[in-house]
């Protein structure tokens, strides 16, 4: 791999000081792992590798705020499920995955994101089901070269399917104990390119339980925590926001940045007390719309410019940043419109435009990440993570010309990405994913130092069967659902499907 690269003739988006993006004819030198040029007439210095960016986009890594990277297995389960009805099919089916499963369907949501142009996840890793699974997904995202904030998260152990019950202590000492030691290791990867962050969803405990957790991670140097904040009859918001600022991570106290996904249902004055704490949301409109979170709000006038994309659940469809641009903002358009619609008006002006949703899934991603100094835009300075399309391919011909913001947002797909290029690397090249390099610890799952996709895919649709014929389809989920709503105290007298 070439030490430096040389992106030649492309149109880069380019954000000002106001996140004004404006496609510019441009060159980008990449040396080492950082952007060193952007000017015109680039002469390359000997050894660089040359892009020809002629009639092709070169965008900002996208930038994913949430995503459940493990899922890889169920993917193409959930098209037709809530959120009650995803839980057992989906969250609690990491007690299902052993070292190799937690392995390969991280390896394989990692680069399903890549593939889609994502360089950077906060990951929101509910995969801890037993000592070491963190360590076995962190590897795994090492070896696929994306840049990710791997939140290690005390996750829900189920001790019996049929009844369905679940540990009542997700706190138990390995939990404490196994981040401890990831932390003495961390950040991991080539330039710490997969560091830590916190992820916490029991809130209903006593603080004095999970402040132990907290102490560990704040004293390791975590500075991030995230958060489910699902409004609407099922879990109310109002306990939540207040339990999170009792912690002290609203404050800063304990951390420097919380994230917090969803937050659907939300209210003026919780909107005012998250904004003010420079706490950040995360939309991801496809599970939002379709599982009955709510409307999504990351164009909410009350969040102002506190807020940014994720894809939530890769299994579910939410793989690609620019699909949730292209989702989230006509499903704000469409809500206004109707509320116009409704009292016998014309809608004179669209709300929302093509540029706002775009910088959703990039700079304010990496504010939301506290990383806007290093990713989220092109400069000079900043780490090479960036994005080529294709201009004249079928789905971006003429749109990529006439608006190339517009051609990423309304028009763009997975395979008119040709390059995608993380801390100075490649990682996709001429529209196909380059071999993996394995890390060090994984090498005992692949047995081998360089592994490509063919080979990857292969062998997780060989442990698909595996677990989809044999683990799962021994349960009865519609049972296991009941004991959820039974254990979380659902009040199942609030569902119904009339509107």
Not at 2 to 20: F, Q, V, W, Y
Not at 22 to 33: A, F, G, K, S
Request: contains cysteine.
């Amino acid at each position: 791999m070439p030490a430096s690269l040389l992106l030649r003739n492309g149109t880069a988006l380019l954000h000002d000081d106001n996140d004004k993006v404006t496609p510019t004819r441009t060159d980008i030198l990449v040396e080492d792992n950082v952007i060193s040029r952007i000017e015109k007439d680039i002469v390359a210095p000997p050894g660089t590798g040359v892009i020809d960016c002629t009639n092709k986009i070169i965008s900002p890594g996208f930038i994913d705020g949430h995503q459940h990277v493990w899922q890889t297995f169920n993917k193409g389960r959930h098209a037709n499920e809530t959120l009650l009805e995803y839980m057992p099919t989906g969250a609690f089916t990491a007690n299902l995955h052993t070292r190799e499963d937690i392995y390969w369907g991280q390896l394989g949501g990692c680069l399903s994101l890549l593939n889609a142009g994502t360089t950077t996840v906060l990951d929101h890793a509910h995969l801890n089901v037993f000592s070491g699974s963190s360590e076995v997904a962190i590897s795994a995202t090492v070896s696929s070269g994306i840049r990710s904030l791997f939140c290690y998260t005390p996750s829900v152990v189920v001790t019996s399917w049929s009844p369905f019950d679940i540990h009542p202590n997700i706190l138990e000492p390995w939990v404490i104990s196994d981040l401890a030691a990831l932390l003495r290791k961390a950040p991991f990867g080539s330039q710490g390119r997969v560091r830590l962050g916190l992820g916490f969803d029991a809130w209903y405990l006593p603080s004095q339980v999970f402040q132990p957790l907290f102490d560990v991670a704040q004293k390791g140097g975590i500075d991030l925590l995230t958060s489910h904040m699902v409004g609407g009859p099922m879990f109310p918001i109002p306990n939540l926001v207040e339990a999170v600022q009792r912690s002290g991570a609203l404050n800063g106290e304990v951390f420097r940045r919380v994230v917090l996904s969803h937050a659907t249902g939300i209210t003026p004055d919780q909107a005012d007390v998250l904004v003010e704490s420079d706490a950040y949301i995360v939309s991801t409109p496809s599970t939002e719309l379709q599982m009955g979170h709510g409307r999504p709000v990351c164009f909410d006038e009350n969040i102002r410019s506190n807020a940014c994309l994720g894809g939530d659940c890769l299994s579910s469809g939410g793989f690609s940043i620019p699909g949730e641009m292209r989702l989230g903002l006509q499903a704000e358009r469409g809500l206004r419109n109707q509320k116009i619609i409704d009292k016998n008006k014309a809608i004179k002006h669209v709300h929302r435009t093509v540029e706002q949703a775009f910088n959703l899934g990039t700079i304010q991603g990496a504010r939301a990440i506290g990383m806007e100094e290093k990713i989220g835009s092109i400069a000079v300075g900043k780490l090479a993570d960036l994005v080529v399309f294709d201009g004249d391919t079928p789905a971006m011909i003429c749109a990529a010309q006439n608006d190339p913001v517009a051609a990423i947002v309304l028009f763009s797909t997975s395979s008119d990405i040709s390059t995608v290029i993380i801390d100075g690397v490649l990682r996709k090249s001429e529209g196909r994913l380059c071999p993996v390099q394995v890390e060090d610890g994984a090498k005992g799952f692949i047995g081998k130092d360089i592994v490509e996709w063919r080979d990857i895919g292969k062998h997780i649709l060989e442990m698909r069967d595996e677990y989809w014929n044999n683990k799962s389809s021994k349960i009865d989920f519609k049972e296991a659902e009941k004991g959820v709503s039974k254990a979380w105290h659902i009040d199942e007298s609030k569902f119904t499907d009339e509107a």
